[in-house]
């Protein structure tokens, strides 16, 4: 849902380092829109004598108060150059969720807060089992290339949190990503707010899913190979070591080699 746009480096360098102060001007304002479908678009104004034409400002949406962020809490942010003396607008502003936020306008002596993004959409939000490594990545992908990507906080060395806010309702593929790991996939479809949600991913090879690597993988991989089991759609991803699309005998060889400590990974 976020719009892209080429920013040159000492405009990037003044949003960083002068959010610390703003003002406020009533001249200002931030306008929604409410495009239909659970969409919205926002238009932010700035009047301010001190706007020069010819000159470049940049707008930032960005969770939180504003003042302390991170590159995830960035809604949105565009440059432009003003057109006339004394006031700039930018239109169409779509931020990456509808979670709500606040509006800043920078290229004065300080970024100047013009006003909120009203929190709309659905928070999806729960708890991820993994065993180490990376904090995964988890999205959630819909048509039109609609993507959210979870805010992951480490809760152990096997358990993180994770939350989507500003989700517009639909169906979605939800997906987990991590190096090592066999990537999850699973199609939802978010139509209410949900917590406490729980999930898991496994790591290569771990086809008995209790997080290590031996030979009792092995001997389920074989199984299946022998037709005296069936694995899942997850499993055969997991037990897909050597990423060619099916399970062989090829995969129960490198998962030996990694058991034997001949290889180091997958």
């Given at each position: 849902m976020i719009r892209n746009k080429?920013?040159?480096?000492?405009?990037?360098?003044?949003?960083?380092?002068?959010?610390?102060?703003?003002?406020?001007?009533?001249?200002?304002?931030?306008v929604e829109t409410d495009?239909?479908?659970?969409?919205?678009?926002?238009?932010a104004t700035l009047e301010d004598a001190g706007v020069v034409s010819g000159k470049y400002y940049a707008v930032v949406a960005v969770r939180g108060d504003g003042f302390t962020f991170e590159a995830s809490d960035i809604l949105y942010i565009e440059q432009k150059v003003a057109s006339k003396e004394?006031?700039?607008?930018?239109?169409?502003?779509i931020p990456k969720n509808y979670g709500g936020g606040k509006?800043?306008?920078?290229?004065?002596?300080?970024p100047v807060y013009v006003g909120d993004l009203n929190s709309h959409g659905i928070s999806y939000s729960g708890y991820l089992k993994y065993y180490g490594g990376e904090l995964p990545v988890i999205k959630l992908v819909g048509d039109n290339n609609v993507e959210y990507v979870a805010t992951v906080t480490s809760i152990s060395d096997n358990r993180c949190s994770f939350r989507f806010d500003g989700v517009v309702s639909g169906d979605y593929k939800f997906e987990v990503s991590s190096a090592q790991y066999a990537t999850f996939e699973e199609d939802l479809t978010i139509d209410s707010?949900?917590?406490?949600?729980?999930?898991?991913?496994?790591?290569?090879?771990?086809?008995?899913r209790d997080g290590i690597i031996n030979t009792a993988d092995i001997s389920k991989i074989i199984d299946s190979i022998l037709l005296k089991i069936s694995l899942d759609d997850y499993e055969k991803e997991v037990a897909d070591v050597n990423r060619d699309g099916r399970v062989s005998m090829a995969d129960v060889s490198r998962i030996m080699d990694y058991i034997l400590r001949k290889i180091t990974n997958f």
């Open positions: 080429k920013i040159v480096s000492t405009v990037f360098a003044l949003l960083m380092a002068v959010f610390f102060s703003s003002s406020a001007l009533a001249t200002s304002g931030v495009l239909g479908g659970g969409a919205w678009s926002y238009e004394g006031a700039i607008k930018f239109a169409n502003i509006v800043y306008i920078t290229g004065l002596n300080s707010t949900a917590t406490n949600v729980e999930k898991s991913i496994y790591k290569l090879g771990d086809v008995t």
